[in-house]
């Protein structure tokens, strides 16, 4: 079956740094992408999407970068705040003959250094 | 998300018993899904439903029910909880516009089953 992973578990970054999240997609028809936010105790949050047909979407110190030829994505934040740290997922958006459906990756813990 | 509420919030209970978690929402969203959170694993989809008339198996249905009594609630359902249903639950849900669809998550149920 189809998977989404991602390469790093933790990630820990100094505060004021960027932070590169990465995540591999299995299933080439899959045509969106979200990122969650799940911070301890809490639900997972939106963050930022990005349909196929895009490869950049920016957003408030975020941004998502798509390769669809290596079936990648990725989530930049910029100048890392301690407000960031929490666990990251990537989803992807399939659609199957019981509609649209998200398969979530395993997660990275981002851990912000001060 | 408040719009999203789960009940109860934690839950221990003993191997055997019959458990329900309850889903309410205030969105409006016609589609509502269950899925279940363990360590390293993600979120796996249990159940969902994209209409009150309508109920979908997710790739763990297993050991679960679910009920869509109206458009803003959705409950599942342990008949018989075994300990390897200790987990974090999560409701969510999307609205029916097209095929990408984010979902909003509740603050999830921990349940326990000893």
């Known amino acids: 079956g189809e998977s989404v992973g991602l390469h790093l578990p933790t990630l820990s970054v100094q505060e004021g740094d960027n932070s590169i999240i990465n995540c591999a997609y299995s299933?080439?028809?899959?045509?969106?992408f979200i990122w969650y936010k799940q911070e301890s105790g809490k639900g997972p949050q939106f963050i930022i999407d990005?349909?196929?047909?895009?490869d950049k979407r920016q957003g408030q110190r975020v941004t998502v970068l798509l390769n669809k030829t290596v079936k990648h994505l990725s989530l930049q934040i910029a100048a890392t705040q301690p407000g960031d740290s929490a666990v990251y997922f990537c989803?992807?958006?399939?659609?199957?003959?019981?509609?649209?459906?998200?398969?979530f990756g395993t997660g990275t813990q981002l851990k912000v250094e001060l | 998300d408040a719009d999203v509420t789960q009940t109860p919030r934690n839950r221990i209970t003993k191997t055997g018993k019959r458990i329900m978690l309850e889903c309410s929402q205030t969105?409006?969203?016609?589609?509502m899904y269950w899925y279940r959170q363990d360590p390293g694993l993600g979120l796996r989809l249990i159940y969902y439903?994209?209409?009150?008339?309508?109920?979908n198996k997710g790739e763990i249905s297993d050991g679960y029910s679910v009920s869509r009594q109206a458009q803003a609630k959705f409950s599942l359902s342990l008949e018989s909880a075994i300990p390897n249903q200790t987990a974090l639950y999560f409701c969510?849900?999307?609205?029916?516009?097209?095929?990408?669809?984010?979902?909003?998550f509740g603050p999830g149920t921990r349940l326990t089953v000893l």
């Open positions: 969510a849900t999307s609205e029916t516009r097209d095929r990408y669809n984010e979902q909003f």
């Open positions: 299933n080439s028809a899959s045509d969106y």
């Open positions: 990005i349909r196929s047909n895009m």
């Open positions: 989803a992807e958006n399939i659609l199957t003959g019981g509609g649209n459906k998200l398969t």
């Open positions: 969105k409006g969203h016609d589609r």
């Open positions: 439903s994209f209409d009150v008339k309508d109920i």
